[in-house]
């Protein structure tokens, strides 16, 4: 059935069998916020396997669910909530179609009209974050050298109907969303800043939706030399643990070497070179690989992670691990990243 039939009016005396409405939408919102609307329709037939919505496009606006699912509430009401992200301060909300399915054909079908939302701005300033949500929580943080003059702060958020993809902060040059995980609204966000590491705290703020006002964050700077795991590139060999790991493993393998001497039993010996050969084994990741030029270093090991640096001609870096298809590397300027595997010359 072509997009026309279905926009075409219902003939006279046509016995309408769905009726749709908002269930709750706001009565005005703020810019750039992301917000959610719930439509019901009641039905008045039951020759349909589905229910099916279609959102006539906008660009001020966008679905971020739209094949969120139609919920049973009683015998003939059911609801669809969808969460919408707002893109300035003209904002309506999109003309609706819902349809009723059966075999794959639209045997009934229904309208909401475009409807316009008030729209209020925010006076942003630079501490702001750009950042508008029902709460936001910094709940780990850790920061780290990522080369001589520089420090990283890899920030782990948790926020509800938070606007994450917006987050930006003022001053800082290399900074991005990492990864942003679970379903809207409750949602937990990656970001990394490099700064200078002169700067003694990060401070910003965000608009709390509950309490109409922006709400400040600070974080002190605090230098972790630990590795942040695979959360941001740092040299395994200048971790400590990688220092105190080395002292153990010689430790057990002067023990082993001794007990050998003392009771001749050849098992000792045995498991001295095993360790002794795991200990060479972890060693060898650590070696010179050649990588081509225009390869793309990440922050971390994924494929939507940030890029920050992009090499300009083929480089001899330093192989520091890997994990799956990616490579860690050190490159001489003394930045680490994750590379792909595909990306190396020569070993």
Known sequence: MSLTSLDAQAPQGFARSIFLSYQDKPERIYENQIFSVTLKAMVGRDDYDSIETHFFPLSNVEILNPDAKWEHESSATFLATYHI??????????????????????????????????????????????????????KHYKTSR?????????????????????????????????????????????????????????????????????????????????????QIGLNPKESPFEFYKNIAIGVVILLLIIIFALRKKIFYLILA??????????????????????????????????????????????????????IKILLPSGEIGWIKEENVLSH
Do not use: C, W
Request: charged share 25%; proline share 3%.
């Open 273 to 326: 070179l095993l360790l002794g050969g795991y200990y060479l084994y972890t060693k060898s990741s650590f070696s010179m690989i050649q990588v081509a030029k225009d390869t793309h270093l990440r922050i971390v090991p994924t494929e939507k992670s940030t890029i920050f640096y992009t090499t300009d001609r083929v480089l001899q870096v330093e192989r520091l691990g890997s994990r799956d298809n990616y």
């Open 146 to 230: 990522f080369d001589d003059s520089r420090l990283i702060m890899v920030l782990e958020m948790e926020g509800i109907g938070a606007n994450f993809q917006d987050f930006k902060l003022n001053g800082f040059h290399k900074q991005g969303l990492d990864s942003l995980h679970g379903e809207y609204p409750n949602q937990r966000a990656f970001y990394f800043i490099v700064f200078d590491d002169h700067l003694s705290k990060i401070e910003f703020r965000y608009f709390n939706l509950h309490n109409n006002r922006f709400e400040p964050i600070e974080l002190q700077v605090t230098l972790d030399e630990d590795d942040l795991s695979t």
């Open 85 to 138: 992200k707002s893109k300035g301060l003209d904002i309506t909300l999109p003309r609706i179609r819902v349809s009723l399915i059966q075999d794959g054909i639209t045997v009934e079908s229904e309208y909401l009209n475009e409807m316009p939302l008030e729209v209020l701005a925010l006076k942003h300033d630079l501490k702001s974050s750009n950042i508008i949500a029902q709460s936001l929580h910094v």
